[in-house]
């Protein structure tokens, strides 16, 4: 069974630019949620999406976003990019809605602003 | 404002030894609980979890504490391995469906052969 799987792994973007991060999450599983890691601040929530509505929103300026397909998909679009925004990108699928069910890491996405 | 805080960010022990990983939360509407581990390059992957009904729960090598009343819970590694040196997170959560996990900011667990 294959695991979630995030793209790209690693990218550099520089300020003002914009990014699209995807996440394909595990066969059957309809719930993804977004999350940003940095040093000192742990895994900070950006949303969760289940059955393509967004269904939690964390404290994130306006400039990110994201969307999830039909096919349960997601993607994270973060615009005007900041040298703040660096950090390590981490998607999570879920059978269900969080959290009642076990959430499946994907091995991220690191931004870099340069 | 951190709901879930992990004051400890490293902690070193001797292999064979236990491994005492600790976690304080603020929100007393949190009732679900849950540890995962993070090696460098992985993403973090569920270790165990821990419903406010309990007190305790057991998994192995691994037992989940929590004592709601001190908003604190605890996770033991008994005996510690070198493979379990990693990034602890603690995450809680209102456990009502379509709630959010708040993760800490992580302990940096490093076992000593």
């Known amino acids: 069974k294959a695991g979630v799987t995030q793209t790209p792994r690693y990218l550099i973007k520089t300020r003002g630019q914009q990014v699209t991060l995807s996440c394909s999450p595990i066969?059957?599983?309809?719930?993804v949620s977004w999350y940003q890691q940095t040093p000192g601040q742990g895994l900070q929530f950006l949303f969760e999406?289940?059955?393509?509505?967004?269904?939690n929103k964390g404290n994130f300026p306006g400039r990110f976003s994201g969307r999830q397909f039909s096919n349960s998909r997601s993607e994270m679009n973060v615009s005007t990019l900041e040298l703040g925004d660096s950090a390590l990108y981490l998607c999570?699928?879920?059978?269900?809605?969080?959290?009642?069910?076990?959430?499946?890491f994907g091995q991220g996405t690191r931004l870099t602003v340069v | 404002d951190q709901q879930v805080k992990q004051n400890s960010p490293s902690l070193s022990v001797q292999e064979g030894r236990i491994s005492i990983l600790n976690c304080d939360y603020t929100n007393s509407m949190f009732d679900y609980f849950l540890w995962y581990k993070k090696y460098p390059a992985e993403g973090p992957t569920f270790l165990i979890s821990?419903?406010?009904?309990?007190d305790k729960n057991e998994d192995g090598r691994f037992t989940v504490f929590l004592n709601k009343s001190a908003k604190h819970l605890s996770l033991h590694i008994v005996p510690s391995q070198p493979g379990d040196s990693a990034v602890y997170f603690c995450a809680a959560s209102r456990g009502s469906s379509g709630d959010k996990l708040t993760f800490g900011t992580g302990t940096r667990l490093a076992v000593r052969p």
């Open positions: 999406y289940f059955s393509e509505t967004q269904r």
């Open positions: 066969s059957g599983h309809r719930s």
């Open positions: 821990i419903s406010s009904i309990k």
């Open positions: 999570a699928s879920s059978v269900g809605q969080l959290p009642n069910t076990e959430a499946f």
